[in-house]
């Protein structure tokens, strides 16, 4: 079985932070919004490969979703960059780390969605599944709905960009896992219906002119580039590409497929490659424990 690094030792309802005490983080209302929608990280969506053997950093944000632009739809357009910001459209804060982990409670007024419980997991064809669990709500009054029954642990944090990260190290250099292509769900409580899966669109994927992927260059953006936007994942295909997706609305998950895991002495993408790529302003590559941890075996 593989083994997940683990980010911290504490109560889950607390956020993780090196330096900093902290209080609880509070649950977002089921209610919130109407639908909700699930955040991919660019090292998930545009690593062409994974060399077997090494770390590879999931994270994802959950998001609500909802008409925001009042263009009559709700897709990944009505939700900024800035998802750290207020979802009140008369007042345009966006809150830093510092600010959310003074106060956990600014939280609820964002974009951000702190859900009582999660599950992400990890398969292909031929191995796994290799499931983390995640439980946050510790109220006592919060009946589990998702089975995290003998599954490695997840994490979540506030990072240095203000953004609620879930995720883990995924060690594959234990258990049965080999070379081929994985994919990864986030499946969250019925009572958080997930419409769309997301990532960042980079213009510089805009090949052909449509405002679509195109002919996708190999590898992630550079730092230096931010994203534009957020864009839905792309359709899966036969075969199947690096970084498309899309939403299981039966289990109520989102998955997204990983560049291949090949064997070593390749040219693949480094394990600790990841997370949040771009300028820090715009949601920039910003690691925070979910990076600076090595594999427990």
């Given at each position: 079985m593989a083994v997940v690094a683990i980010l911290a030792i504490m109560p889950s309802a607390w956020l993780v932070s090196a330096h900093e005490e902290t209080s609880p983080l509070p649950i977002t209302p089921a209610d919130s919004a109407p639908g909700y929608a699930v955040y991919f990280a660019d090292n998930m969506v545009y690593g062409p490969q994974w060399r077997l053997g090494n770390l590879v950093r999931i994270e994802t944000m959950v998001l609500k979703l909802d008409?925001?632009?009042?263009?009559?739809?709700?897709?990944?357009?009505?939700?900024?960059?800035?998802v750290n910001g207020t979802v009140d459209p008369t007042d345009d804060v966006v809150y830093t780390q510092t600010a959310l982990i003074g106060d956990p409670s600014l939280l609820?007024?964002?974009?951000?969605?702190?859900?009582?419980?999660?599950?992400?997991?990890?398969?292909?064809?031929?191995?796994?599944?290799?499931r983390f669990y995640g439980m946050f709500?510790?109220?006592?009054?919060?009946?589990?709905?998702?089975?995290?029954?003998?599954?490695?642990?997840?994490?979540?944090?506030?990072?240095?960009?203000?953004?609620?990260?879930?995720?883990?190290?995924?060690?594959?250099?234990?258990?049965?896992?080999?070379?081929?292509?994985?994919?990864?769900?986030?499946?969250?409580?019925?009572?958080?219906?997930?419409?769309?899966?997301?990532?960042?669109?980079?213009?510089?994927?805009?090949?052909?002119?449509?405002?679509?992927?195109?002919?996708?260059?190999?590898?992630?953006?550079?730092?230096?580039?931010?994203?534009?936007?957020?864009?839905?994942?792309?359709?899966?295909?036969?075969?199947?590409l690096t970084g498309q997706g899309g939403v299981d609305a039966a289990a109520n998950a989102a998955f997204i497929y990983l560049g291949e895991i090949i064997l070593g002495g390749g040219s693949g993408t480094g394990g600790d490659n990841g997370g949040?790529?771009?300028?820090?302003?715009?949601?920039?590559?910003?690691?925070?424990?979910?990076g600076n941890r090595h594999a427990h075996k």
């Amino acid at each position: 079985m593989a083994v997940v690094a683990i980010l911290a030792i504490m109560p889950s309802a607390w956020l993780v932070s090196a330096h900093e005490e902290t209080s609880p983080l509070p649950i977002t209302p089921a209610d919130s919004a109407p639908g909700y929608a699930v955040y991919f990280a660019d090292n998930m969506v545009y690593g062409p490969q994974w060399r077997l053997g090494n770390l590879v950093r999931i994270e994802t944000m959950v998001l609500k979703l909802d008409d925001y632009n009042s263009d009559g739809v709700a897709n990944a357009l009505d939700i900024p960059l800035e998802v750290n910001g207020t979802v009140d459209p008369t007042d345009d804060v966006v809150y830093t780390q510092t600010a959310l982990i003074g106060d956990p409670s600014l939280l609820l007024g964002t974009y951000m969605v702190s859900v009582p419980e999660i599950l992400i997991t990890i398969q292909s064809d031929e191995c796994g599944p290799y499931r983390f669990y995640g439980m946050f709500d510790d109220s006592g009054t919060y009946v589990p709905v998702l089975d995290g029954s003998g599954a490695g642990a997840l994490t979540r944090e506030i990072n240095k960009a203000g953004h609620l990260i879930y995720g883990f190290l995924w060690d594959t250099s234990v258990g049965d896992v080999t070379v081929g292509r994985y994919s990864v769900s986030v499946q969250l409580p019925p009572a958080y219906p997930i419409s769309i899966a997301i990532r960042n669109y980079y213009v510089s994927e805009d090949i052909d002119g449509d405002g679509e992927q195109g002919e996708r260059l190999p590898g992630p953006p550079t730092e230096e580039v931010p994203p534009d936007y957020f864009l839905e994942l792309d359709a899966v295909t036969d075969p199947v590409l690096t970084g498309q997706g899309g939403v299981d609305a039966a289990a109520n998950a989102a998955f997204i497929y990983l560049g291949e895991i090949i064997l070593g002495g390749g040219s693949g993408t480094g394990g600790d490659n990841g997370g949040e790529n771009g300028n820090p302003d715009s949601g920039g590559n910003q690691n925070g424990l979910l990076g600076n941890r090595h594999a427990h075996k």
